[in-house]
């Protein structure tokens, strides 16, 4: 009878292990499953970049551009002359292509949106009619209607140059339906129509076909301790710590002026939903450049893309742009509730302006200035006309404590 209590004891214990077994099989199980998930997505919505396959790409882009189904400035010395040479992939993601090459000594970035020209809409309008006998003013309005379906814009003729300078001549057919691939990609629209107006985004060398050359710059990348790899922009001399400092205020700064010059200088505003330093460069003289906007809306479409149905204001996130559920009509507000300079402040300025970034190159009060004031501008503000008083208020004290860093630094030298 004694050895009873002792046998459900040892019943009981045998029982727990089975328990805390199956719990871990369980928990190794899960791991697993998740695991495959990531690589199931990973593989679905990411290619594996290669050499290979862009060297297939490119020589399928020069295919077509010898059938004459489509040409471009760049067509000659990519495909001809190989004076365009390809150095290596990038990135795909999503169908997207992104191609480092070097075009007459010159590093250059390509870029299509997707890999075969074919996968383009078709003009039909080409096979219709002759193409030398369609009227410009009718190319002109295709190409006005294209834009405002991409970005929400009415455009006149004379602002379209960027889009449209071709001339009649024997690949005419060739370049309207080269034309209308690269229409169809809303970030050649953005970099053509802006690239005369603003420093603040990436110039574009050309085309060939379907894909565009634009400026090559090194991206940011979250891991690096500045954000943007200085020593690429300013060379091996920019190793000192006063150097760095002085070129993240630079930096900083640069990016205040792009705020301003999105908010303000178009005749909509230009909103970046996807804010993070890898879709920015620095060019030489230390100026911010968006180099992917595809994530950038005008007004007019961000209050369409924002204007959606809702239960509550998680429903109305888009990325790093944001607006209120209204729960009486249970419909989301068109108008942003947040702003680029919020996004900034929160996702480049705080790890710039943290404490544990200060320094004896700065003094002390100036430091703890300059950090409170980026911890108020990254908190998201009130919507209407207290929310941009609130902005422009940040924006202003922004400017000043980044001036008096910059004359201490000065002075210190």
Known sequence: MRGIPGFKRLRLKICRRCALLLLLLWAACWVLVSAALFLLHRSVFSERCTDEKS????????????SGALTGDLCEDLCVAQKLVYKHCLYYDRGKKVIQADWRGQPIILKSKKEIFSSYQHLSMLEEVETQDIPETELLLMVALEVKNALGLELSNNTMGPLWTRKKGPRWKAQVASMWSLLQQEEYIYFSLLQDFSKHVLRIIGSCGHFYAVEYLTAGHAWHKTLFPLENVMGPSLTGHRSRVRAIIDIALSFLDMVQHFDNDFSHRLHLCDIKPENFAI?????????????????????DILEQKCT????????????????????????????????????????????????????????????????????PGHM??????????????????????QRELQAAE
């Open 55 to 66: 060297h297939r790409i490119l020589a399928r882009l020069c295919l077509d551009y010898s």
């Open 283 to 303: 060019r030489h003289d230390l100026t911010v450049v968006a180099i992917d906007v595809d994530m950038a809306f005008f007004e007019p479409k961000m209050r």
């Open 312 to 379: 509550g204001d998680e429903d109305c996130n888009f990325f790093d742009c944001f607006s209120k559920c209204n729960l009486k009509i249970r419909k989301c507000g068109a108008q942003r509730a947040n702003n680029n300079l919020q996004v900034i402040c929160d996702k480049i300025f705080r790890r710039w302006f943290s404490p544990n970034l200060r320094g004896p190159l700065v003094s002390l009060p100036l430091q703890l200035q300059l950090q409170k004031a980026v911890q108020e501008c990254a908190q």
């Open 384 to 405: 209407g006309a207290t929310g941009h008083q609130r902005t422009l208020k940040s924006l202003s004290e922004l400017y000043h404590l980044l001036r008096v860093t």
